[in-house]
């Protein structure tokens, strides 16, 4: 069945599309998605760090079936950019398992399939780690011991001057540097964190919407469910139920 899938919606796509030239790029991971965001395609490398055995094995496959839920969460948010907008999301710097299975930061980019007939048929993107890219991550190196003090400690009370005391930055440096580097500000760096980690038990846990909000960081129920919905754009309950209904 996985074969047949594969094989229909390759046919669906422009000569060239898909290429067995990535095998051959050092540190290169190469995968290919249709518009249902199922796993198409993609290299050895790519099929390794999947935990399949063979590209077959793997095709059908959705992200939040392989990777941690905060990890295909983020990737299913970028891919449904890329699906809708018909438009390449380039250069995304984000977390992805490496060679054993821990997160690591690398550079991905992701861009639109079409049909012979002009369609949207998904997408396929690279993801190159830190090492193949070192000088456009150095940014994000600068700030790293920061990120993971506040990847240890976003559950407590952060003050940001404190933060920035502690690794010799003054507030407005941390501040600037976290707009260069990450598009967002210390603040809501931790905020999504937060989400993220909540997701996580959203779907694994059977705490109350309210357990969870005072177990990442917030004070209330209702301070919670504002910011989850402000950066996921559907309130926790909903979020659960989703994830319910697809299992």
């Excluded at 941690?68 to 999301?89: N, Q, T, W, Y």
């Excluded at 920035?164 to 976290?178: D, E, H, L, N, Y």
Aim: net charge positive.
């Amino acid at each position: 069945m996985s074969l047949e899938l594969q094989s229909q919606w390759l046919a669906e796509l422009r000569p060239g599309a898909v290429s067995s030239l990535f095998e051959f790029l050092p540190d290169t991971l190469y995968f290919a998605k249709d518009r249902d965001r199922r796993l198409m395609a993609g290299n050895r490398a790519f099929v390794e760090r999947c935990g399949f055995s063979s590209e077959a094995e793997m095709v059908g496959h959705v992200d939040r079936e392989i990777f941690p839920v905060e990890m295909a969460e983020k990737f299913r948010g970028d891919d449904k950019k890329v699906i809708e907008s018909g438009e390449p999301l380039l250069g995304i710097v984000e977390l992805f398992p490496n060679r054993i299975g821990e997160p690591e930061w690398f550079v991905t980019d992701k861009i639109p399939l079409f049909t012979r007939g002009g369609e949207c048929a998904g997408l396929c993107g690279i993801v190159r780690s830190f090492e193949g890219a070192h000088s456009q991550l150095r940014p994000y190196l600068d700030l790293l011991p920061v990120t993971d003090y506040m990847k240890k400690h976003f559950t407590g009370k952060l003050s940001m001057p404190e933060v920035a005391k502690k690794f010799g930055m003054s507030t407005r440096s941390m501040q600037r540097q976290f707009l260069a580097t990450f598009k967002t500000t210390p603040q809501k760096y931790i905020a999504k964190l937060r989400i993220l980690r909540a997701c996580e038990l959203l779907v694994k846990t059977g705490m109350t919407i309210t357990e969870i909000a005072l177990e990442v960081g917030f004070y209330d129920h209702s301070a919670f469910s504002r910011k989850f919905s402000e950066i996921l754009g559907v309130s926790p309950r909903a979020y659960r139920k989703r994830y319910e209904s697809e299992t």
